[in-house]
């Protein structure tokens, strides 16, 4: 049941949904006279919200919006939005006037009738040390608890601070057992890390979809919740994940210093595509622009042009266009049109929060770590984050670009060495990769049998078989296949 608060003759009339909003990160104030709702923390359960004439509509169900026996439909540019992995924005919902409440929004009722404002958060005003902050976020979670470490920067600077502060914090480490040669994860002083087996097929296992879910499952966000459920086991311990944490201390490197006349950037590597730029004023200039060097593509100065020449390709998307070669040229306009729309809206979105408020809200959006303790999330070290300049963050040395200078100082205090500089969703490409490649035979031949993307006019369900039988191409868009799996099947069954 929703939650209904309204005015009627000056007089506020509320109930309160059926489910508690305590542990939602959400805060519902009330007075005689005015209602306020607003999230008070960037992680937690989703809240959602419709706004009409005077009255405000609210809970975490989202399906309590539908219409009796109505169900969700998405747009064909959300659909294939879901196979790229783009995040859709943070207080956007597929249902019409529905939106999700997010960090730092706050939605009022009073006489003057439904008000919803946006404001970013409060950071501490404060800031402490970054190792202070991530010992007191640990500290809140207790002295007994589980470390999901994967042997990278962020995990093995968690599992560093947990030992300093002296809690009784045992580090998991999910072995897939992939084929090959793999080197162990970086040892850590203190507790050292307990290997736990893990079968990607149980993770990445699309048979349990019955089409009954109101949104399509995607893996994304069901494999970090089922490895979660493994990790944790019957321990009844919660389990502290270093995920967002690096992005938080993460600078571009344009905004490193160059040293005098831009010096530092003749030992850098390149950073452009190809060709070779003329002089030190040319390579920083190419760089404050922030765009990428093509020689040859397109004449300079008074000889440059607006107009495409008959013939040649047409220009690259402002946005970026799909990599995926398997969508029709339905697909491709589709999803150009819906990505656009989504990163218009995100960028109002971003430009509205301070700097490490708005990767925290963007990573919360692309991956799955609604299970976890995330010391990311906690204001203190977001504060921490955010008072730290660009040149403590990165620095030009030794003919590369250094990015996540104070984790690596973390871990380098405490002598751990070699730890993994792999992206963070590289072990989930794994899963997806290792659990495709079991199952190519099958899914090829039942994709190209009956495919809903395909009945859709959106993919070439000929072309998604031939990536499923080419090894390279099967590593390479093991996520999006994966995606495509899941969502198909979603879709097949809910018919």
């Known amino acids: ?98 939106r999700r409440l997010t960090y730092g929004t706050q939605v009022q009722v009073d006489a ?90 149980e993770l990445a296992d699309h048979h349990i979809i019955s089409g009954s879910e109101l949104l399509p499952p995607m893996p994304d966000f069901v494999i970090p919740r089922r490895l979660h459920a493994i990790l944790v086991g019957d321990s009844g311990l919660p389990l502290v994940s270093g995920a967002l944490l690096a992005s938080l201390v993460s600078v571009k490197l344009p905004d490193v210093p160059r040293g005098p006349r831009s010096w530092r950037l003749l030992t850098c590597e390149p950073f452009h595509i190809s060709g070779t730029m003329g002089s030190l004023s040319e390579a920083a200039e190419l760089l404050d622009n922030r765009v990428v060097y093509a020689p040859g593509r397109r004449p300079a100065g008074d000889s440059a042009t607006d107009s495409q020449q008959l013939g040649a390709p047409p220009p690259p998307s402002p946005t970026g266009g799909s990599k995926l070669g398997w969508l029709t040229e339905d697909g491709k306009q589709a999803y150009e049109t819906a990505h656009r729309g989504s990163m218009a809206v995100w960028q109002d979105r971003l430009d509205a929060q301070e700097r490490v408020v708005g990767r925290l809200m963007g990573g919360l959006e692309e991956q799955g770590t609604e299970c976890s303790e995330l010391p990311a999330a906690d204001p203190r070290v977001l504060a921490a984050a955010a008072a730290l300049p660009p040149h403590v963050l990165g620095r030009i040395r030794r003919g590369g670009f250094q990015n996540h200078l104070p984790l690596h100082r973390i871990v380098s205090a405490a002598g751990v060495t070699s730890v993994s500089c792999s992206t963070p969703g590289h072990w989930l490409r794994l899963c997806a990769a290792s659990y495709l490649y079991r199952e190519r035979t099958k899914l090829a031949a039942e994709l190209t049998r009956e495919c809903a993307l395909g009945d859709l006019g959106l993919v070439e369900p000929g072309a998604v078989a031939a990536d499923f039988n080419d090894g390279r191409a099967l590593s390479a868009k093991a996520l999006p296949l994966l995606r495509l799996v899941w969502l198909d099947r979603w879709l097949r069954e809910r018919s």
Do not use: C, K
């Open 1 to 98: 049941m929703l939650g209904v608060v309204e005015m009627s003759a000056g007089v506020l009339r509320r109930t309160d949904p059926s489910t508690p909003h305590d542990e939602s990160g959400v805060s519902a104030e009330a007075t005689a006279h005015s209602f306020i709702l607003r999230r008070t923390a960037p992680q937690g359960r989703p809240v959602y919200f419709r706004v009409g004439r005077g009255r405000l509509e609210w809970g975490e169900a989202l399906e309590s919006f539908l219409e009796p026996g109505g169900r969700v439909e998405l747009e064909s540019g959300a659909l294939l939005a879901l196979v790229h992995g783009q995040a859709a924005p943070p207080d956007s919902s597929p249902l019409a006037g529905v």
């Open 112 to 201: 003057d009738g439904v008000t919803v404002s946006n404001t970013p958060p409060e950071l501490p005003a404060r800031p402490r040390d970054l190792r202070v902050a991530l010992r007191d976020a640990l500290s809140r979670t207790g002295p007994d608890y589980l470390i999901a470490y994967s042997g990278g920067l962020a995990s093995a600077s968690l599992a560093v601070t947990a030992a300093e502060a002296g809690h009784r914090a045992q580090p998991l480490h999910a072995d897939f057992g992939l084929p090959g040669r793999s080197a162990p994860p970086a040892a850590l002083p203190g507790t050292p890390p307990r290997s736990v087996h893990v079968d990607p097929y």
